[in-house]
């Protein structure tokens, strides 16, 4: 991947709109310009961990993968395993974004669990963050030791990682292993198609700047032997989501999963700006603490 242009004129108040309440929109317009930037990569990294479990499907589908288990567990694992085994220092450092996400997911949805949570095709929403998180113990507890240790994440959990990481990654490589050809090219068409809609648009301006569509063509388009024609699409939907779609062929982004990660982090900076103010109101020393505080989502 290339690296994010967060000069870009695009902004987390572009996400105002989705809110209902002018107490949300201002929230959303009182962003830093620190806190912008590190959401617009927080929606590119989350993109891009979805991106690479929508292409996990794509490769089950298109060269005929057995799969053993979930399908959706599976392919979680694979997206974690290529940003990980990157040599992209940007995929890797995806992951902690990735694993942020569910967390914050996980959050908004508080405790409404029902039976169709527990019925899905996904695992639960912190289960899926815990997930990410082992693998990133497992791949280099070393590099990503700050992150983990801010989620108290037991130490026996994390030697038992390493086991499960090795034999996670060594059965995807070596399932792919007989469908790679070093001389093999394939054909993918990658498009942003037009927002439609002024709300959305930013956000599709932010993916195509930082090109996280092209990730997908970068890693697959050379050394598969995938057959031409697979598409990679940014749209609008209508539905915060993304699928990889057999009949068509084609891995789609929906513009409105990035507005949604927006919204998540306009919600964690604007609690974490509320937090901020109330304990500089009390007191010089509550000040200094606020400092120092170390939030358990982010580093």
């Known amino acids: 991947m290339r690296s994010l242009k967060t000069c870009c004129a ?8 989705f809110f209902s309440t002018p107490a949300d929109r201002v929230r959303a317009a009182d962003l830093t310009a620190e806190q912008i930037a590190e959401g617009q990569k927080f929606i590119v990294n989350n993109a891009l961990f979805i991106l690479f479990h929508e292409s996990g499907h794509m490769l089950v589908s298109e060269l005929g993968l057995p799969v053993l288990g979930r399908e959706e567990d599976a392919v979680d694992a694979l997206s974690s395993v290529m940003l ?37 095709t996904h695992g639960l929403d912190r289960q899926r963050a815990y997930s990410i998180v082992c693998m990133m113990a497992g791949a280099d507890a070393a590099y990503f030791k700050t992150f983990i240790d801010s989620l108290d994440f037991p130490a026996e959990r994390r030697e038992e990682c390493v086991e499960e990481y090795a034999k996670i990654r060594d059965s995807w490589f070596g399932l792919l292993e007989a469908h790679q050809d070093e001389a093999k090219k394939s054909k993918f ?16 301006d ?8 092209e990730t997908i063509e970068a890693t697959y388009g050379e050394g598969y032997d995938i057959p031409d024609g697979i598409k990679v699409t940014g749209k609008t939907c209508g539905t915060e989501n993304a699928f990889w779609q057999e009949d068509t062929r084609e891995i789609t982004y929906c513009y409105e999963m990035a507005a949604y990660h927006a919204a998540l982090m306009v919600n964690y900076f604007s609690n974490q700006n509320a937090t901020t103010a109330n304990d500089q109101s009390a007191s010089p020393e509550a000040e200094a603490n606020a400092n120092s505080v170390k939030l358990k989502l982010k580093e």
Do not use: C, H
């Open 206 to 213: 932010l993916l195509k700047e930082s090109q996280v569509l």
């Open 10 to 17: 695009i902004g987390l108040a572009s996400v105002a709109a």
């Open 84 to 120: 990980l085994e990157s040599e992209d220092e940007e995929l890797k450092e995806a992951m902690r974004d990735a694993a942020d996400g569910w967390f914050l997911i996980d959050e908004a949805n508080g405790d409404a669990l029902d039976d169709s949570d527990f019925l899905d």
């Open 189 to 204: 068409t990658v498009t942003y198609e037009p927002a439609n809609n002024a709300d959305l648009q930013p956000f599709a």
